[in-house]
């Protein structure tokens, strides 16, 4: 199966695109998933999960954007795939990584992307098998910050205010 690990974490869009292609070294996850997940070092797949939504997106495409991380239009982000793999390195519970943010983490390092895998996802640590297609753009998906670039192409879009926090734990800002 393409070399990549059988254990696979699902992670949502567009935090799945960050792991492996904008630096994120920190997945953010509470203790009991972590525990209940069996969740440990060692090299995964990364699967991108099927939803993904606006609030979520515009959070973090504002989020990010101040650390000089440009995100995809959400409408190019794969859904339903495994997108990648990288190495869990600890589980931790502090840090001073701008992506630490929640109660405790998977500290990730040598991300290794691979064309996008048809495959389902699960919660916690998961055995994936290639099947099935990459979810379709939802229609908000393809029309953020305009279906065509607008006038401004691929410029980043700016937001006038900054997007409502739209988690529960304590995501730094």
Sequence with gaps: MTGLP???LS???PSAWAIIHG??????????SIRSGRMGPGRIAIHAAIGMKQAEYDYLVWRWARDGVVVPRPDALPRRAII????????ITES?????GGEAGLLLRDPVPCDPIPASGELGYF???????LSEPLPWMEA???????LFGEMP?????????????????
Excluded: C, M, Y
């Design 84 to 91: 990648g793999s990288v190495e869990v390195v600890d589980i």
């Design 6 to 8: 059988s254990t696979s």
């Design 96 to 100: 001073d990584s701008p992506w630490f």
């Design 23 to 32: 630096g994120k070294e920190v997945e953010n996850r509470s203790l009991g």
């Design 11 to 13: 992670v949502r869009q």
């Design 157 to 173: 879009v700016q937001f006038e205010s900054a997007p409502a926090k739209p988690f529960g734990h304590r995501n730094k800002t």
């Design 144 to 150: 953020w910050g305009g279906a065509d670039g607008g």
């Design 127 to 133: 055995k994936w098998k290639e099947g099935g297609s």
